[in-house]
C-alpha cells in the first residue's frame, strides 16, 4: 500500500508539470536541458566533499572503531528501541550534510537498501536539515550576531526529525 | 567543526586499527572507497539532472509559484510580524516551495533574500527577530516532497524499490516540521515572559 502510494507519486507530479508547462506555452525541451545542465554541474561540484568524507567514515568503519562504538551504545539504545547502527549519522546530521549523507550511503550499501536501517537512514537523511549550515549561510548573509533561541529552536527540532523517522520507518517498514 | 569530523573519524579509525590490527584493512579501503564514491558521484548525476531539469519548467511554468499562493495563509498565521503583502513574505513562500521539491541550491538565494527583507522590518537590528527563527525552524526541518539524492543513492546500492521511502520521508518531514513550529512558538512565549517580568 505504502509502496504503491510512494510509487505513483513521482509520475504523477511528472504528469503535472509537463501538462502545466505545455498549457502555459513553455519551451520544455529546452527549459529541461537548462535545467539539466545545472544538475551536472551540482554532482561534480558534490564530488570532493562526498569522497572526502567516504574515506574518513570508511576508515573509521575498516578499523572496527565503527563496531566498537556502536557495541558500547548498545545497552543504552536497547531501552529506546533504536538501532546502534543508525547513532553516528544521527549524530552528524545537523553538524553536516556530507558526513551524514557519507554515513547514509554507507549504511545501505553495507546493510542493503532495503533493510529497515537502510529505509531508516535514507528517511532520516532526507527529512532534516543541515542546522548549522542554514544557521551560519543565512544568518551570515545578512549580519545577525545574536541569534537568540535560533541554535536551540534549530536542535530541537533535528531532534524531533530523527525520532519521527525512527517511529515512521517502525510503522510502515517494521523492524 | 566538520574538520574536526573529517579528521577525527580518520584519525580515531587509523589509530584503533593499530591497535586492533586491522591496519591492513584500513590500507586497503583507502583508495577502494575513494573509487567507491566516485562511482556513486557518477550516478547521482542522472537523477540530479532529471529532476532539476524538470523542476526548472516547473519554475518557469510558474507552478512552483502558484503552489506557494496555496500556502500563503498558513504562513501569514505563522509569521504574525510580516505583513501579508511584504515582499518578505513572497521570498519565504518561494524559498519554502523549492525545498519542497528539493531545489536546495535555488532555495537558498531565496532565503537569503527573505532574511534581508526581515531584517529590514526587524529595524536593521542585529539580533534575529522573531520570525528569523521562525523561519530557520522551517528551513532546518526541511519540508521535502522528492528526496532526490536518497533515491539516487538507493538505486545505485540495487534497491528494488528505491522510491518506497517517499513516503516515510514525507510523513517524518510533516511531523519534524510541525515539532519545529511548536518549539519556536514555545520559545518565543518564554522569552514574552521573560521580558515581562
Not at chain 1, 539504545?77 to 553536516?96: C, D, M
Not at chain 1, 535514507?122 to 545578512?142: E, K, P, R
Request: net charge neutral; proline share 4%.
Amino acid at each position: 500500500m505504502i509502496v504503491q502510494i510512494s510509487n505513483w507519486i513521482i509520475p504523477l507530479l511528472l504528469l503535472t508539470v509537463f501538462l502545466h508547462g505545455t498549457y502555459k506555452r513553455v519551451p520544455t525541451y529546452e527549459t529541461f536541458v537548462e535545467g539539466g545542465k545545472e544538475g551536472v554541474k551540482m554532482a561534480i561540484s558534490l564530488l570532493p566533499f562526498l569522497l572526502g568524507m567516504i574515506v574518513s567514515i570508511s576508515i573509521f568503519r575498516a578499523s572496527g572503531a565503527l563496531d566498537a562504538f556502536v557495541n558500547v551504545i548498545e545497552p543504552l539504545l536497547a531501552i529506546f528501541n533504536v538501532p546502534p547502527e543508525i547513532v553516528p549519522q544521527a549524530l552528524t546530521r545537523p553538524i553536516s550534510g556530507t558526513a551524514s549523507l557519507s554515513i547514509a550511503t554507507d549504511l545501505i550499501r553495507s546493510e542493503g537498501p532495503d533493510s529497515f536501517i537502510g529505509r531508516l537512514a535514507s528517511t532520516m537523511q532526507g527529512s532534516t536539515d543541515t542546522t548549522l549550515y542554514v544557521l551560519t549561510v543565512y544568518f551570515g548573509a545578512i549580519g545577525i550576531k545574536k541569534m537568540g533561541d535560533a541554535l536551540k529552536v534549530g536542535l530541537l527540532a533535528d531532534l524531533i526529525g530523527i525520532i519521527a523517522s525512527l517511529i515512521v520507518c517502525y510503522l510502515l517498514f517494521g523492524s | 567543526m566538520v574538520n574536526i569530523i573529517w579528521v577525527g573519524l580518520a584519525v580515531i579509525g587509523i589509530i584503533y586499527a593499530f591497535f586492533n590490527g586491522t591496519i591492513e584493512e584500513v590500507n586497503e579501503v583507502i583508495f577502494k572507497s575513494a573509487e567507491e564514491a566516485v562511482a556513486l558521484t557518477i550516478s547521482l548525476i542522472s537523477v540530479l539532472v532529471f529532476w532539476l531539469g524538470i523542476m526548472r519548467i516547473a519554475e518557469n511554468s510558474g507552478l512552483l509559484n502558484s503552489l506557494a499562493q496555496l500556502f500563503k495563509p498558513l504562513f501569514t498565521r505563522l509569521f504574525p510580524d510580516i505583513p501579508a503583502d511584504h515582499p518578505a513574505m513572497g521570498y519565504i513562500l518561494s524559498n519554502v516551495s523549492a525545498n519542497l521539491f528539493g531545489l536546495g541550491n535555488a532555495a537558498t538565494p531565496l532565503g537569503i533574500k527573505a532574511m534581508h527583507e526581515m531584517k529590514g522590518l526587524n529595524g536593521d537590528s542585529e539580533v534575529a527577530s522573531r520570525s528569523m527563527i521562525t523561519f530557520l525552524a522551517i528551513n532546518t526541518s526541511s519540508v521535502t516532497l522528492v528526496p532526490t539524492t536518497m533515491i539516487a543513492i538507493r538505486m545505485r546500492y540495487d534497491s528494488i524499490s528505491p522510491t518506497d521511502i517517499v513516503i516515510s520521508t514525507i510523513l517524518a518531514t510533516l511531523v519534524s516540521s510541525i515539532g519545529a513550529i511548536l518549539i519556536d512558538r514555545f520559545f518565543y512565549y518564554r522569552r514574552k515572559r521573560r521580558q515581562a517580568v
